[in-house]
């Protein structure tokens, strides 16, 4: 069984908490119910509805929310849920609580932005309008299962419940995420200064339990637990405002139901007033999962290379949302190449023609291979031209550049022109020179180069490979 235990002061660190509507997210919104259609409030600020005995339960979305019209000792009354807009919290302890049971410490329902984030202010506190709805939520312990054998023969109902139920619709499944709660404020101000029990002292608490169900309505086990109230360290620590509380533990789940536990009592039942607030109530429903075929690969394979230059083989995958991306290289057919492959670099040491194998485990389908193949030649010379090299002629390379020295006879009184090539035999520099001495710059360039000389006078080509680094 897992129990999930909050503290105050951990929900203060925790209350940026944002309701974002994402795709998957479901975040009870009282303004949209559905059924009623719409929730009517009378001047003090509750549903009119509160006490009708042929309403059961109520509606928003995928929540419904017990609502328990019965009776107790005093006559009739609710029990369970119901929706308020008072924003009342203010001290009534010198009045009849009965007649201000519709308040909330926090002064009024949360404010969300048009997205249906929850607003909050600058220091991080949770925005509140006292026109908008939230959830009074009252417990009545002598109708859940544990008190029945005490209290069942004076309850007008059949058998035992669980006072504060909500139901999910079970047409889908869902994951528990989180629920903003707020102290009452009937609740509030007896724990700070007594009335109908005693004023909160040492070791005294009053605690909200949220209760997991399963998709079949039974308890799950497990529960998550916040302080509403707590007499510690010589002072009463209780929130006047909402707070976040995470119930992504409970996991998958049908619905909630909620209990309230407090040291102060006696054998008959707890003695705190049994109220506290709720909005925004948050689950989200199972991900669907679509598989995305990779289609395609792009990679940097040139068509043909040079003998024993390294290749580090890179790839695209498309689409850039395929569900699996991870790229292998292997040598399907190494040809006379010698070719192989070693943490994805390829290089191969003779002439010859090598395909490349490129494998994504189940990118395809869920249960079978993309596979995709690419050839490559690789030569023992640049485009045919093989290497030679005169003494009246120096080609040499510093870092980055080139350095190509010539004497008058090279290149008398004709231009020349050099072309450069790289590794894979692609020209990347080509210009006329006609000066003995010229630097070319290749920024950013490293690795083998080739470096081609023509001579427009005669003819003669000179190619010598230098390494850029």
């Not at 002292?201 to 209760?211: E, F, M, R, S, W």
């Not at 249960?367 to 030679?388: L, P, W």
């Not at 520099?429 to 000066?435: E, H, K, T």
């Not at 290749?442 to 003669?460: C, D, E, K, M, P």
Request: proline share 3%.
């Amino acid at each position: 069984m897992k129990k999930t235990f909050i503290t105050i002061s951990l929900m203060l660190a925790i209350a940026l908490q944002l309701v974002a509507q994402q795709s998957n997210t479901i975040t009870l919104d009282l303004l949209n119910p559905t059924y009623p259609t719409s929730f009517v409030f009378n001047n003090d600020g509750y549903w009119v509805e509160t006490y009708n005995e042929n309403i059961t339960f109520f509606k928003s979305q995928i929540f419904s929310f017990s609502h328990i019209i019965g009776g107790s000792f005093y006559g009739t009354s609710w029990d369970g849920f119901t929706v308020c807009n008072s924003g009342d919290n203010a001290n009534h302890n010198t009045e009849d609580w009965n007649d201000y049971q519709w308040g909330c410490m926090a002064g009024g329902g949360i404010k969300t932005d048009t997205e249906g984030n929850v607003m909050t202010d600058e220091n991080g506190i949770v925005m509140v309008d006292n026109t908008l709805p939230y959830l009074v939520s009252y417990w009545n312990y002598m109708i859940e299962p544990e008190w029945w054998w005490l209290y069942g023969e004076y309850y007008p109902i059949s058998e035992p419940t669980h006072c504060l139920q909500i139901l999910l619709d079970n047409d889908d499944e869902y994951e528990a995420v989180g629920v903003y709660v707020c102290n009452h404020p009937y609740a509030y101000f007896v724990n700070r200064d007594g009335g109908q029990s005693a004023a909160f002292g040492a070791g005294d608490y009053y605690k909200l339990i949220i209760h997991g169900l399963t998709p079949d309505g039974m308890a799950s086990g497990d529960s998550v637990e916040y302080m509403l109230a707590q007499y510690d360290n010589g002072q009463l620590v209780q929130s006047d405002q909402w707070e976040w509380v995470d119930l992504s533990s409970l996991g998958k789940i049908g619905g909630l139901y909620c209990t309230l536990e407090t040291t102060v009592g006696n054998i008959f039942g707890p003695l705190s007033p049994m109220y506290f607030c709720m909005d925004k109530l948050q689950v989200k429903t199972k991900e669907v999962f679509v598989f995305v075929p990779v289609e395609n690969i792009t990679t940097n394979i040139p068509d043909s290379i040079m003998v024993n230059v390294p290749l580090t083989l890179t790839g695209t995958v498309i689409p850039d949302n395929a569900t699996n991306q991870t790229i292998l290289w292997s040598v399907q057919d190494a040809g006379t190449t010698g070719a192989t492959i070693t943490d994805n670099t390829f290089i191969a040491t003779d002439a010859g023609t090598a395909t490349i194998r490129a494998t994504i485990e189940n990118g395809l389908t869920e249960d079978e291979d993309y596979i995709q193949d690419f050839t490559i030649d690789v030569k023992k010379e640049i485009i045919g031209i093989e290497e030679n090299k005169l003494s009246n002629v120096q080609i040499y390379s510093y870092r980055n550049s080139i350095y190509i020295n010539t004497v008058e006879t090279w290149h008398a009184t004709s231009l020349q022109s050099v072309e450069i090539f790289d590794s894979a035999g692609r020209l990347v520099y080509q210009s006329a020179i006609n000066a003995s001495e010229t630097v070319i710059h290749l920024n950013g360039a490293t690795g083998i180069y080739y470096v081609r000389l023509v001579s427009q006078t005669n003819g003669l080509t000179i190619t010598e490979q230098v390494l850029l680094y």
